[in-house]
C-alpha cells in the first residue's frame, strides 16, 4: 500500500488538495555536537555497566543514553503516550530521533522502537521536537520540526501505519513533507518545535511554531484547512522583543472554574488560554495568561504578571521544553517537562545516561485568575508505601529534627508548617525583584525572623551534604512576601557540578497563618511544590555520601520565631517500571 492510499484511509484527505512547499543552522546551547563522544566505546555498546548512582526511582528515564525534552505526549485509545528526544548512540545530545513509550497510568512505563528517525531529505540532519494532535474520528498526527539537506529547519508530519494498533507502534512520513517550509520570509535557523493544533470556529486547524526575529521571540501562527496545506498568518500570535528564541511553544485553555482539563479546541468565555515558551538564550521557561480571540487569532496577555524573562513561571528550577496534553479520559490537563542534569558531560558519558523526565503534573488554574496550580498527577500515589508521620512538632530557632523510618533517598514527603506570629518577620527590600538572588544571598543557615524553615533532604549523617528547600516570610510596605528556595550549593562535596540556588515568591494568603509544601525526593532531584502548587521547584544534585541507605530527611527552622510542624506524612516510595 503507498503512502496515498493510506492517507486517504486514514484521514480521508483528497489528493487534489495536496500541495508541496519548496542560511545554515546555528545550533547553539542544547544543540552541541559531541562527535567524539557518540561512539561505541562511550554508551553505544548494550554490554556498557550502566551506573545505577544517582539514577531515579520512579522518575521517567530510558534505561541508557541522552533524552531531553518530551514530544507530543497525547492519549489514544487507552493507552498513554510519551514521544521524547533521544539519542540512541551516546549520553550526549545528537543523532535525535523520536524515542516513544506508553503507559497504562503515566508512572510504569514500557519502552517501544523510535516513532520517528532520521530518513528522508526533510529530516536527515535530524527529528527534532513537536507535538501530536487526535484529530477527530480518533486520528492521530504528529507534527515535528525535521532538519533537511540544506541544514534548515522545516516542519513535517507522519501518521500512524495502523489505526487498529494502540500502541501506534509504526508511523509513516509522507514524501509530501515538509508541509511547511520557512522560505525566504522566516529565519530557517530558529524555526522549530509546532504546538498541538486547534480546530477553529471557522474550520481551520491552526499551529503555532518557535521563532525569533533579531533578538524580538515569536510565534508564527500557521492555518490549514485540511492538516496538509499551511498558510503563515501574517501576524504572529504573539511576540515580545529582546525575549530571544521561543522554543516549544505551548497554547492551551484553562476553565475559570475547579480543576478540570478543556480539550485544546475548545472554544468560550468561560476560560483563559495559556501561551508558554521555551527561552534558548536563558534555557528556563515563562508563561502568560490571557484571552484569545480566535475570529480574529489574536492573544492579549492580561496584565497580571509580567510578560517576558521575568515573568511566570511552571518551574523556577531545573524544568525546560515542557509540553501539555489533554487527557480526556480524566478531564484532565497534564504537562510534562525535562529535567536536565547538572553535571559534566564526561560525567553522563561515564554513567551512561543523562536526562529525565519530571513527574508529570495536572495543571489548572488558580482560583485568584493570575497564574497556575500544579501537583503530581495522582498516580504517583500508587507507589507510596511505608509512611511516617508527625504531628505538631514545635521547631525552635537552630532546630532541626530527622524523620527517621523511611528511605529518605526516595520519597513522597508532604508537610504543613505553621506559625503563630509573623510580627518576626523581616523587612522586604522592594528592590528585590529577583528571587533567585535573594536566596542565594540569604541562604538556609543564616538566621532569619519568620524562617528559613523547610526540609533537608538528601542529607549526609552530620551534614556534610544536604539540599535544603525551604521558606522565608517578609514584611512588605502592604503586606507579607514567602519566599521559597531550593538550595544546591551544600548538595555534594564533588567539586565540577552546577550547583545553584533557586527560588520563586509564593503568591499566597498568609491570614491562616501555614505554609505547605510537598517535595518528590527521588536520589539526584528534588522536586518541590510550594503553596499546594503554587510555586514549584526542580533541583539535580549528586550527593556522594547522602545516596541510597546513607540519605537522611530532616525539618528544620533557622528563625527566631518558632514553627510547628503541624502535620507531616513522608513515604518511603517504590520504583516505577520502565523497560
Known amino acids: 500500500m503507498n503512502f496515498f492510499t493510506l492517507l486517504a484511509i486514514l484521514f480521508g484527505f483528497s489528493f487534489c488538495s495536496l500541495f508541496i512547499g519548496n542560511g545554515p543552522v546555528v545550533v547553539q ?110 486520528k492521530p498526527v504528529i507534527l515535528y520540526t525535521g532538519i533537511d539537506t540544506q541544514n534548515r529547519q522545516v516542519q513535517n508530519y507522519a501518521i500512524p501505519a495502523n489505526l487498529s494498533d494502540p500502541h501506534l507502534t509504526e508511523w509513516v512520513k509522507s514524501d509530501n513533507n515538509p508541509i511547511v517550509d520557512p522560505g525566504t520570509e522566516v529565519n530557517s535557523s530558529a524555526f522549530r518545535d509546532p504546538s498541538t493544533a486547534w480546530l477553529t470556529l471557522n474550520g481551520h486547524w491552526n499551529t503555532i511554531i518557535g521563532s525569533r526575529s533579531e533578538q524580538t521571540g515569536m510565534a508564527y501562527l500557521y492555518r490549514s484547512r485540511d492538516f496538509l496545506n499551511w498558510t503563515k498568518v501574517e501576524q504572529p500570535l504573539h511576540s515580545v522583543p529582546n525575549t530571544g528564541m521561543w522554543e516549544c511553544p505551548d497554547f492551551y485553555p484553562v476553565s475559570h472554574f475547579g480543576r478540570f482539563g478543556l480539550d485544546t479546541s475548545v472554544m468560550g468565555n468561560w476560560f483563559k488560554h495559556v501561551l508558554k515558551v521555551s527561552l534558548e538564550m536563558t534555557r528556563y521557561e515563562y508563561y502568560t495568561l490571557g484571552k484569545y480571540y480566535p475570529m480574529t487569532d489574536k492573544y492579549v496577555p492580561d496584565n497580571t504578571s509580567a510578560d517576558g524573562w521575568s515573568g511566570l513561571r511552571y518551574d523556577y528550577g531545573n524544568f525546560y521544553a515542557s509540553k501539555s496534553f489533554y487527557d480526556p479520559m480524566k478531564k484532565r490537563r497534564v504537562l510534562w517537562g525535562w529535567a536536565n542534569e547538572s553535571d559534566s558531560v564526561q560525567d553522563d558519558v561515564s554513567k551512561g545516561w543523562a536526562g529525565i523526565q519530571a513527574i508529570p503534573r495536572t495543571v489548572w488554574l488558580d482560583p485568584n485568575g493570575k497564574q497556575l496550580l500544579q501537583w503530581p498527577v495522582m498516580e504517583l500515589n500508587r507507589l507510596r508505601r511505608k509512611i511516617v508521620m508527625m504531628l505538631n512538632q514545635k521547631l525552635v530557632k537552630g532546630q532541626n529534627v530527622e524523620i527517621k523510618g523511611i528511605t529518605a533517598a526516595q520519597a513522597d514527603v508532604e508537610v504543613i508548617f505553621s506559625f503563630s506570629s509573623l510580627d518576626n518577620a523581616e523587612a522586604f527590600d522592594p528592590s528585590w525583584v529577583d528571587a533567585q538572588a535573594v536566596c542565594s544571598q540569604l541562604g538556609s543557615t543564616a538566621q532569619g525572623g519568620v524562617g528559613p524553615f523547610g526540609l533537608l533532604t538528601l542529607a549526609s549523617e552530620n551534614l556534610e551534604e544536604f539540599t535544603p528547600v525551604f521558606f522565608r516570610i517578609f514584611k512588605a510596605e502592604a503586606n507579607h512576601v514567602v519566599l521559597m528556595c531550593s538550595d544546591a550549593r551544600s548538595s555534594s562535596l564533588k567539586d565540577g557540578l552546577y550547583k545553584p540556588t533557586f527560588a520563586g515568591f509564593v503568591d499566597i494568603d498568609l491570614s491562616s497563618k501555614k505554609l505547605s509544601l510537598r517535595s518528590l525526593i527521588d536520589h539526584s532531584v528534588i522536586e518541590s511544590f510550594g503553596g499546594g502548587g503554587k510555586t514549584c521547584i526542580t533541583s539535580r544534585v549528586y550527593p556522594t555520601k547522602a545516596v541510597f541507605g546513607d540519605a537522611h530527611l530532616h525539618v528544620f527552622n533557622n528563625g527566631t520565631e518558632s514553627i510547628t510542624v503541624e502535620y507531616l506524612s513522608a513515604w518511603s516510595m517504590r520504583s516505577a517500571r520502565v523497560n
Request: hydrophobic share 35%; with cysteine; glycine share 10%.
Open 29 to 138: 546551547a542544547l544543540h552541541k555536537i559531541y562527535p567524539e563522544l557518540q561512539s561505541l566505546e562511550n554508551g553505544n555498546d548494550t554490554t556498557t555497566e550502566i551506573k545505577q548512582l544517582h539514577r531515579t526511582g520512579f522518575h521517567f528515564q530510558p534505561h541508557h543514553h541522552w533524552m531531553n525534552g518530551p514530544n507530543g505526549p497525547m492519549y489514544f485509545k487507552g493507552i498513554y503516550h510519551l514521544f521524547y528526544q533521544y539519542n540512541p548512540e551516546g549520553a550526549v545530545w545528537g543523532n535525535i530521533v523520536w524515542a516513544h513509550s506508553i503507559s497504562k497510568d503515566l508512572i510504569n512505563w514500557k519502552s517501544l522502537k523510535p516513532a520517528l528517525s532520521p530518513s528522508k531529505p526533510f529530516d536527515i540532519n535530524g527529528c527534532w521536537s513537536g507535538s501530536a494532535t487526535v484529530l477527530p474520528g480518533l
